[in-house]
């Protein structure tokens, strides 16, 4: 009978556990702020601060990124957004690893948690957000004393203090040094001098400096004394009198225009536009049509007016994507003289352009200048060019390649993240209608968001493409090239493409409809073209044949699953 009894009541205690289990995984892991942590909008200091949590407050955790640094939940308060981990909570890395990885915009799953003890401390210091205690940097980082030295990843702006509304006060170049003394406290903007003697504020994520090498610096004010001997000697130099205008009012103000696209379309990238090309497009529920132009410096526009009246004779809409020569980019007038020729464009009526192609690496800009910033010169020129011609030609700001090779910006190339950051701070958002991105290595479907056989990064999934590049711009998001690679019918990839090596011309079909349907409903996505339609039988060391919807045999299993 004891035993009987003893048996009941571990049952019985089993029992209580599991629906406790149950209630915590309902309310996600509710965990207690240690010191003063900043609540952003996603995963990283470069974003905007929702709110800043006091030690005590409770937040219900609901997911994390892949190295649980991150993790998403929301507070006692009700403000959703993300927390930097590490020393933060009153909770394990390991219980924060037991969350699942989620996206930043995926709907919260977790209720509002029961309020915890704030503590009230009317003299604390200032904020450090994402460090794991206020008197020491995390990782281990030393407090500096001789100050950090970083270069600079664009042409940027010094300001008066860490924000952009403050005033002018110097500015860096692409490669620039920078001495730096102090950061803002919420790890976005750092203060320094260049080696002219101006000391100013610029957007840390537009420089080299590291997590560690920023959090090594104190928290400093705006107008704080400079602490550091000025770079080449001499005491700093005296602010302008007239503030010169910032990185947005340093381009011409925008052409106000609206451009006719609306809604969600899509189409495909040529080679010719014949009868069996547009055959197959018509089967497929296509309506828009892309070809590249290379533009050379004289070039005159009135060449395209033939293809551009053909294909609206057929039915669709067309897409010019205008890249340059690399080697002409750097001549006197040249941003004019492009904005002349795809002014040119929109007058013959051309529906949208793409001003370049890939301008994050050199082999589409020049080794050296390769920066946002030096892009959104020629973006802000063409916008109004167009705009001034033509009000209902779509200006699509260049895709990126999308990359982490550089791991980071360097003069031979930029990843496209920080790529586009550089875009946005310039204030590049203006002069577009849509914000161009390329997705063409994809080796699983487009509703994964993790479990890609090469690791976790954001080029390798669909979604993660979508919302980065919608949210640095806030604008609706066109895919200039969307493919998946195949050899199906070829034989092997070379070596550069052998990721792909697995992927069917079945999959090919299935993973191309999945993405367009995915576009279509996400309200982010304004146009599709599939990359590409007819470059079939090109398969060399750029094997862009394994890309073409129509496959070596004629046949294109993908027009028949899209037009379904």
């Not at 994964?448 to 979508?466: A, L, Q």
């Not at 590049?469 to 609706?476: E, H, I, L």
């Not at 079909?509 to 367009?516: E, R, S, T, V």
């Not at 890309?547 to 070596?552: D, S």
Request: aromatic share 8%.
């Amino acid at each position: 009978m004891k035993q009987r009894g003893f048996l009941f009541r571990l049952v019985f205690l089993s029992m209580i556990l599991a629906t406790m289990v149950g209630v915590i995984q309902a309310q996600g892991l509710v965990a207690a702020v240690q010191s003063n942590l900043s609540l952003r909008v996603c995963a990283g200091t470069e974003w905007r601060r929702v709110a800043t949590l006091p030690a005590g407050m409770n937040i219900a955790l609901d997911g994390r990124i892949t190295d649980s640094s991150w993790a998403r939940g929301i507070t006692q308060n009700g403000d959703i957004g993300w927390i930097y981990t590490p020393g933060n909570l009153n909770v394990s890395m390991d219980q924060i690893a037991s969350l699942p990885v989620i996206n930043c915009d995926e709907p919260i799953s977790v209720p509002v948690p029961p309020p915890g003890n704030i503590v009230e401390a009317p003299s604390a210091p200032a904020e450090q957000p994402e460090a794991s205690a206020p008197q020491a940097p995390a990782n281990n980082a030393a407090p500096s004393t001789s100050g950090v030295t970083v270069t600079a990843h664009g042409n940027l702006n010094m300001r008066s203090g860490p924000d952009t509304s403050y005033r002018r006060v110097g500015g860096v170049s692409y490669g620039d040094t920078l001495l730096l003394d102090g950061q803002d406290g919420n790890l976005n903007w750092v203060r320094g001098a260049n080696n002219r003697g101006e000391v100013g504020w610029v957007a840390a994520n537009l420089t080299s400096i590291t997590l560690n090498e920023i959090l090594s610096l104190p928290a400093i004010s705006a107008d704080a004394p400079f602490s550091l001997p000025i770079p080449g000697g001499g005491a700093p130099a005296a602010a302008p009198e007239e503030a010169a205008p910032d990185t947005n009012a340093a381009l011409p103000p925008p052409v106000t225009s609206n451009s006719a696209v609306r809604g969600f379309s899509y189409g495909g990238h040529i080679r010719e536009l014949n009868t069996n090309t547009a055959n197959y497009m018509y089967s497929a529920g296509m309506t828009w049509v892309k070809i590249q132009v290379r533009y050379n410096q004289g070039d005159d526009p009135s060449g395209w007016s033939g293809f551009i009246n053909l294909a609206h004779s057929l039915g669709f809409r067309v897409l010019l994507g205008v890249v340059g020569n690399p080697g002409q980019v750097l001549n006197g007038g040249y941003n004019d003289a492009y904005a002349g020729y795809v002014a040119g464009l929109a007058a013959l009526g051309v529906d949208a352009v793409e001003i370049w192609n890939e301008p994050n690496i050199d082999r589409e800009w020049p080794s050296g200048h390769i920066s946002g910033g030096n892009y959104t010169q020629m973006l802000a020129a063409s916008y109004n060019a167009i705009k001034s011609v033509n009000a209902n030609t779509m200006v699509i700001s260049a895709a990126p390649a999308p990359t982490g090779y550089f791991g980071g910006c360097s003069g031979a190339g930029c990843d496209d993240q920080p790529f586009i950051q550089q875009m946005a701070a310039a204030g590049a958002a203006r002069y577009m209608d849509c914000a161009g991105a390329h997705y063409n290595e994809g080796i699983v479907p487009p509703s994964w968001t993790s479990g890609d056989p090469r690791g976790e990064f954001h080029t390798r999934y669909f979604g993660s493409m979508v919302n980065i590049y919608y949210r640095t711009f806030g604008k609706p998001v066109c895919f200039t090239e969307l493919g998946y690679l195949s050899p199906e019918g070829y034989g092997p990839l070379p070596g550069g493409f052998a990721w792909a090596g697995d992927t069917s011309v079945g999959e090919q079909a299935a993973w191309l409809d999945g993405a367009i349907s995915r576009s279509r409903s996400s309200g982010r996505v304004r146009l599709v073209i599939v990359w590409n339609v007819d470059f079939t039988g090109i398969y060399g060391d750029d094997p862009m044949g394994g890309y073409a919807i129509i496959r070596p045999d004629g046949s294109c299993p993908a027009c028949a699953t899209l037009g379904n």
